[in-house]
């Protein structure tokens, strides 16, 4: 598998008086020595989690404060040639810095195979096929772009019907989240 990291800004900006969100602690490695600025890794604030950060606990806090919060997030997926682009958003700073938690936590679950949803067969195959994934996240302010490819047929069917399920958490949250992710058909 392999990956491109980018962000839009990496200036840092004061919270506001009535965001949740802590300031970063970590920073990320460029992709390649010099060509990318280091960012700071976005954390969710402890009131979502105390569960320690690259957890499994602490992705599913992460993940479920995000299906709570829904309505505050925007995005858009478009379907490329052998895969899918999408951008995932909010208006609200404190979601912005979930969104972009998350992203980077389930990259990296991809990037090892560590598997989410092992109940749902899309998610199960798709990290079954991690090897075949090429991702590329750009942070921007108020979230991620991420485009996702697959070097074959299966795997870009899995990603589109995982973009699709993402799609289908951002609609409706929770009860979204309860079925199985459903194969899309190109």
């Known amino acids: ?21 802590a300031a970063p602690t970590a920073a990320l490695p460029s992709a390649a020595a010099g060509s990318l600025p280091v960012c700071p890794v976005p954390r969710a604030p402890t009131s979502v989690s105390s569960a320690d950060r690259g957890t499994l606990p602490y992705d599913r806090d992460v993940w479920q404060t995000l299906l709570y919060h829904h309505s505050k997030i925007h ?19 404190a979601v912005a810095t979930l969104i972009k938690d998350h992203t980077l936590a389930m990259h990296d679950r991809m990037v090892e195979g560590l598997q989410v949803r092992t ?52 609609r409706v949250g929770s009860a979204a989240a309860q079925r199985e992710t459903p194969y899309v058909n190109d």
């Open 1 to 21: 598998m392999s990956f491109v990291l980018a962000a839009a800004s990496c200036a840092p900006r004061a919270a506001s008086a009535t965001s949740a969100v």
């Open 119 to 170: 109940w749902d067969p899309v998610f199960k195959e798709l990290f079954a096929r991690h090897e075949h994934v090429k991702i590329a996240v750009e942070l921007t302010e108020k979230g991620v772009r991420i485009v996702e490819t697959g070097d074959d047929p299966e795997t870009v069917r899995l990603l589109r019907s995982h973009a699709s399920g993402v799609t289908d958490f951002v």
């Open 75 to 93: 995005r858009t997926v478009t379907v490329i040639e052998n895969g899918v682009s999408a951008t995932t958003e909010s208006d609200d700073p």
